[in-house]
């Protein structure tokens, strides 16, 4: 098969024909230092940069309007002057000005993710060139399905693609060692992780049939005959004769050496790429479909083979799983462990059970900053255990899903002096930290997955869409294309729409990722610096709920991430006091002069920047409550408080925060009990609500007289103090409402008043205010919005 590699400067993008065409075009290369300046990397949260960014913006107008008056200038004009005064013409423009700012005045509903105080999803500020790239991009609206489609954005993915792949510590080696047989990655863009993780689930389930369909191909077609004694290594290190090898043998046999076969036979048998194909094409799953090729290949294995994905997996894996004939009931949960990441013990047991059942695994997904816990999965013992588990003869690959943390990975990454010599020394950090030990472990082989996950739409800061996946070995791609990619002449185009799910998309997203990449490097000084500075605030706000409910409160907070003396067994007390002395209340210079205390903050939090925690509220007498269905009330009221409803103006709410449950069926046993526990609650219910923050604003600004934190804490206060105060008129409501019908009959709300102590003026102007709709019942709504009310005025009544 030829690995098509173009060289340029830096590593290469592809060879043969796309090396003789890209040699003809100027290419704006991805190499050099990059800036070093965050402050000049995003439009800022009061537009601090609106003037160079309007300048830049209106700059790619003119030239895009230069362009088109400069292509064949002696062609006609269609829009003149004398159409311009038509007044149809001027009605048109007239109604597009006006719906334009319309819709500029609706856009403002949205969420404000430029915003310190927004904290929801997994969004902040877009950094300026990503969004000047797209913006440019747009106007030519490049479609990079098909080169003729897109002549600039497709050389640009080619890349972008080998830029993402560099991040992630896959060696790209240069014409000679890929001539060698070097194995070279491969990455492209995608409109999301979503699709992106489909495709890495499409490719290894295609990957572990592609042995069978050759022995299929060997013994069925003529055109293959030449080949019939091609041998292979089998799992125990064996030569041996394909076509003779049984299923599950040809199920195990490991990625790369699978991946070599179509050159081998070309190289070694002298069969074109092209019979090859035609070969396969009669027998493979992709042709034949799942029931026929089971039928008639595999009928002798024992159990369908499966994926194995942790409790934390995003939901795009069942779906491949159904989108791909493999049933999402062989997506196999692995249960985590107290720190909300995949289990190794509970992995090596599913594992050994799949060996004992002669069940393949076509793959195991570790992810890599999930998006609820923000938890980095031990992929360093996943590994370990897939080199246990080969000598056994269970072969699959690892897919790490990476699309919300692939960018952190930066942090690890060298800056490239680049030819125009050493970038600039940046200053000091300021308010900067690392990975901690555990998670730097974890990053350190990222480049030993087969593929990666990685959306440049999450932390790399660029507009949607842009997913990405990157392959460790380019022949991966082959696995997903309906043309034979290894089938090219001197004058074929270069092309990425072939290979994957999509087919029509955005190359301005693209061309979002390469100017992003350009001016902010994937490297220490670039991202790596932005991601550093988000990890520092993200636990510093970790440590201020750690420490934020004081004795006296009616209320405590359970972050999820465990302190490291919980996880070791230390003085917890003795380890939250010296957060609370030596971290949380520590002016940023302070902190940052404590070698200790920074060490210890590079230890704590999640492992990322996301940050799931709970409330838990104590009862009059100062016990804690026990009823994890109550402090579930309270965590979705408190939400309630802290998230944005349809049509409500984004302004009124000082802190936007999200949610979400956690279930026991997919954490299981081991990681719900010990955070239930730790929450103080007990009793029936499956799931635990919580909160969840995600601090991606490398910068934490004071407000006034207060810090950032400080503020937090009086929101998070407030809150609170609204939750309960809502929910204890909840159970009001829910006492009154006897046959749980929803709604309240007037004679129950009079008879529960006057149970009260209230009056029957007060009754009868409470039901005549609150009864909007004049059916004589109340909603839950009618009735919280007007009992808040009544409360209100029973207070002040009392005063006087």
């Known amino acids: 098969m030829n690995r098509r590699t173009t060289r340029h400067r830096g590593p290469q993008v592809s060879a043969g024909a796309v090396d003789q065409f890209l040699q003809q075009v100027e290419i704006p290369y991805l190499d050099g230092p990059g800036t070093s300046s965050p402050e000049a990397w995003f439009l800022g949260s009061k537009a601090e940069n609106a003037e160079e960014f309007e300048r830049l913006i209106v700059e790619a107008i003119r030239d895009q309007a230069f362009w088109r008056r400069n292509f064949h200038p002696g062609d006609p004009t269609l829009v003149t002057e004398a159409v311009k005064r038509q007044p149809e013409y001027v009605q048109a423009m007239g109604t597009l000005t006006d719906s334009y700012r319309s819709l500029l005045g609706f856009l403002k509903k949205s969420m404000p993710f430029f915003s310190t105080r927004y904290q929801g999803h997994m969004n902040w500020d877009t950094a300026m060139p990503a969004v000047l790239g797209y913006f440019a991009a747009m106007l030519y609206n490049p479609n990079n399905v098909a080169f003729e489609g897109s002549t600039a954005t497709t050389i640009l993915e080619l890349l972008v693609g080998d830029d993402l792949c560099r991040m992630i510590g896959y060696p790209l080696p240069d014409k000679a060692a890929c001539q060698a047989g070097a194995v070279r990655p491969w990455g492209h863009i995608t409109s999301g992780g979503t699709v992106a993780n489909i495709e890495a689930i499409w490719s ?285 002449h001197a004058e074929d185009e270069p092309s990425v729409g072939i290979y994957g799910v999509e087919g029509s998309k955005p190359g301005a997203a693209v061309a979002a990722v390469f100017l992003a990449h350009k001016v902010i490097r994937p490297s220490r000084s670039g991202y790596g610096s932005i991601h550093r500075k988000a990890l520092f605030n993200c636990r510093r706000v970790y440590a201020r709920l750690l420490c934020m409910a004081r004795p006296e409160d009616n209320f405590v907070v359970v972050p999820v991430p465990r302190l490291p003396a919980e996880i070791t067994g230390g003085d917890v007390a003795a380890q939250i006091e010296f957060i609370r002395e030596r971290i949380d209340r520590r002016d940023t210079d302070e902190l940052l002069s404590d070698d200790e205390a920074l060490a210890l903050l590079a230890e704590v939090g999640p492992d990322l920047n996301i940050l799931t925690y709970a409330f838990n509220f104590k009862r009059p007498d100062g016990a804690m409550n026990q009823s994890l269905a109550q402090a579930n009330r309270l965590n979705k009221a408190v939400y309630e408080v802290l998230s944005l409803k349809p049509g409500e103006d984004p302004s009124g709410h000082p802190l936007l925060v999200t949610t979400t449950d956690f279930e026991d069926a997919h954490y299981g046993a081991l990681f719900m009990a010990d955070y239930k526990r730790r929450l103080g609650v007990e009793g029936p219910g499956h799931a635990v609500t919580v909160l969840r923050s995600t601090v991606m604003n490398p910068w934490l600004t004071d407000f006034g007289d207060d810090s950032f934190l400080d503020m937090l804490e009086r929101e998070f206060r407030k809150a609170i103090s609204r939750a309960m105060f809502r929910d204890s008129m909840a159970q009001v409501f829910e006492e009154i409402d006897a046959n749980n019908d929803g709604r309240l009959e007037r004679a129950e709300i009079e008879a529960k008043l006057r149970a009260l102590g209230y009056r029957d003026e007060e009754i009868h102007e409470f039901l005549r205010s609150s009864d909007t709709s004049r059916d004589s019942t109340l909603s839950k709504q009618e009735f919280l919005e007007s009992y808040s009310q009544l409360l209100v005025r029973a207070s002040l009544g009392s005063r006087r």
């Open 204 to 488: 290894a389930r295609n990957l572990k049939f592609y042995p069978i369909a050759m022995q299929a191909a060997l013994n069925e077609d003529p055109s293959l005959a030449a080949a019939r004694d091609l041998r292979v290594r089998t799992a125990s290190g064996d030569q041996a004769l394909l076509r003779e090898l049984d299923v599950w043998s040809l199920c195990n046999l490991r990625g790369d050496d699978i991946l070599a076969l179509p050159a081998r036979l070309t190289a070694e048998h002298g069969i074109s790429p092209e019979a090859i194909t035609q070969a396969l094409t009669k027998v493979s799953p992709q042709s034949v479909g799942m029931h026929a090729f089971f039928s008639r290949y595999a009928a002798e294995l024992r159990g369908s083979p499966v994926i194995l994905v942790p409790a934390t997996k995003h939901y795009s894996f069942p779906k491949a799983a159904a989108i791909l004939g493999i049933g999402a009931a062989n997506v196999l949960d692995v249960p985590l462990d107290e720190n909300a990441r995949m289990s190794i013990p509970e992995l090596e047991r599913i594992l050994q059970a799949c060996l004992a059942e002669r069940r393949p695994v076509y793959t195991v997904v570790g992810v890599i900053g999930s998006t609820e816990e923000s938890a980095v999965d031990p992929l360093r013992e996943i590994l370990a255990l897939r080199e246990q588990f080969r000598q056994k003869g269970l072969e699959f690959t690892v897919h790490a899903d990476a699309a919300w943390g692939g960018y952190h990975v930066s942090i690890l990454r060298d800056d490239d002096d680049g030819p125009g010599g050493k970038r600039p020394a940046p200053a000091a950090p300021r308010g900067e930290v690392g990975f901690s030990r555990y998670t730097g472990e974890q990053y350190a082989v990222l480049h030993q997955a087969d593929s990666v996950t990685v959306d440049p739409h999450k932390s790399g800061y660029i507009p949607y869409p842009a997913g990405a996946l990157c392959y460790r070995n380019a022949a991966m791609r082959d696995l997903v294309t309906f043309k034979a990619p290894y089938i090219l």
